[in-house]
């Protein structure tokens, strides 16, 4: 019995809530007509010819309030603006109404096309054009190389449809295009040097020039951690790696390891170039041992050459346990071998396992995630700072 009643209870609890509904529905559709209650207008929102979105914030509202509408495009269309009787007021897709009386606004959509332009492996240089447009319409794409680079052309799935920097395309769709930029051919004859940028990124090679380039914050080698006490500098970062990296080093057993030469200055290296070209008799000899002056990987205050305790640079380094050691692990100090065995033909030099350069730990990991097998085609993949001096 108790339970009967409890649910008749509940049967007119229900039936009252309906009737009010249906109460507010009559009423509601009542004031929406012409008949507004007093000092209150209505916002009709609307959607135009074409069906490109949804619409929202139209009603009845206070008079001189001020409502938000907002438009939201589909995909494969762009909202174009509001309008009313024709006019456009805005392309924004949230706007604000100021409803002094009862109006009516026009959501304007169309049919649209996306370009997308993306830039190839090499970063050398900046594009311009995309976005969303009206679909048909023609749009102008830009590349610009920035100095040291040339452009090479447009890609679309892999084919060149143009070597113009600037082309016009019709989107009559959806388009991705890639630009293709390359490092200039000789950055040396064109009076190119490495200018200031990411130094532990810079690309040090026969093509490349540094100049008079002298870096800022050199610090000394600790002693103990060089060949027979010799007085070498390097770049602080470096040489807090190099530290690090040789102590490591020590715990695991290998002893001997120690760093045989750091910096160089230009004229440094124009002293050793010219003795390597007095023993080998050529210039060309001796530019595959040795770098001409700007173009060492020493003048960055990066590069480390490795000894043991016998302090000799050569091949037979590889199979000590120091070389074997460095060969495994530099690279999680941040160290990379910049002269793999027969790699002359990238590198220009030979097979040089003592000689290791710093790039930082997240690039050196980067590196071996690449899969390249040398530093010089890692390098031409990252953005090179160049700048051209005058020669006069
Ligand atoms: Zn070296």
Do not use: C
């Not at 929102?45 to 938000?68: A, F, H, L, P």
């Not at 040339?150 to 890639?178: M, Q």
């Not at 199979?319 to 002359?344: C, Q, R, V």
């Not at 997240?362 to 590196?367: L, R, V």
Request: no cysteine; hydrophobic share 35%.
């Amino acid at each position: 019995m108790l339970t009967l009643e409890k649910s008749y209870k509940n049967f007119a609890g229900i039936a009252l809530a309906i009737a009010f509904i249906i109460i507010l529905f009559f009423a509601n559709s009542y004031l929406n007509s012409d008949n507004l209650p007093s000092g209150y207008a209505l916002l009709t929102v609307e959607i135009g010819e074409v069906e490109g979105g949804k619409v929202s914030g139209g009603g009845q509202y206070k008079e001189g309030k001020n409502v938000t509408v907002k438009a939201q495009p589909k995909e494969g269309y762009k909202f174009v603006g509001w309008q009313k009787n024709d006019e456009t007021i805005s392309t924004q897709k949230i706007y604000d109404v100021n409803l002094k009386q009862s109006k009516t606004i026009t959501a304007i959509f169309q049919e649209a096309a996306t370009l997308t332009i993306k830039k190839g492996k090499i970063p050398g240089g900046t594009v311009e054009g995309s976005g969303q447009y009206k679909k048909g319409e023609n749009v102008s794409a830009i590349a610009k190389p920035t100095t040291g680079y040339e452009f090479v052309g447009w890609e679309k799935n892999n084919t060149v449809i143009s070597t113009d920097k600037e082309i016009e395309l019709t989107l009559e769709n959806d388009k991705k295009i890639t630009a293709i930029f390359k490092l200039v051919d000789s950055p040396v004859e064109n009076n190119l040097v490495i200018a200031d940028g990411d130094y532990l990124k810079a690309l040090v090679t026969k093509d490349t020039y540094l100049g008079r380039y002298h870096p800022a914050d050199l610090k000394q080698i600790p002693v103990e951690y060089t060949h027979d006490g010799m007085h070498l500098e390097l770049r602080e970062e470096t040489l807090e790696h190099l530290i690090v990296l040789l102590n490591v080093a020590k715990r695991e057993g290998i002893n001997e390891l120690v760093a045989r030469s750091g910096y160089r200055t230009f004229d440094f290296q124009k002293r050793i170039f010219a003795n390597q070209v007095s023993r080998h008799g050529s210039e060309e000899q001796a530019n595959i041992v040795s770098a001409r002056p700007g173009q060492s990987e020493h003048q960055l205050g990066t590069a480390v050459d490795f000894s043991d305790s016998s302090g000799v640079l050569s091949e037979s380094f590889a199979n000590t346990s120091e070389g074997k050691w460095l060969a495994e692990n530099a690279h999680k100090y941040g160290f990379i071998m910049s002269y793999p065995e027969d790699k002359k033909h990238i590198t220009g030099y030979i097979y040089e396992p003592w000689h290791f350069r710093y790039v930082g730990i997240e690039t050196a990991q980067k590196f071996k995630q690449s899969g390249h097998k040398t530093l010089t085609e890692f390098l031409k993949e990252q953005k090179q700072y160049f700048e051209k001096i005058d020669t006069n």
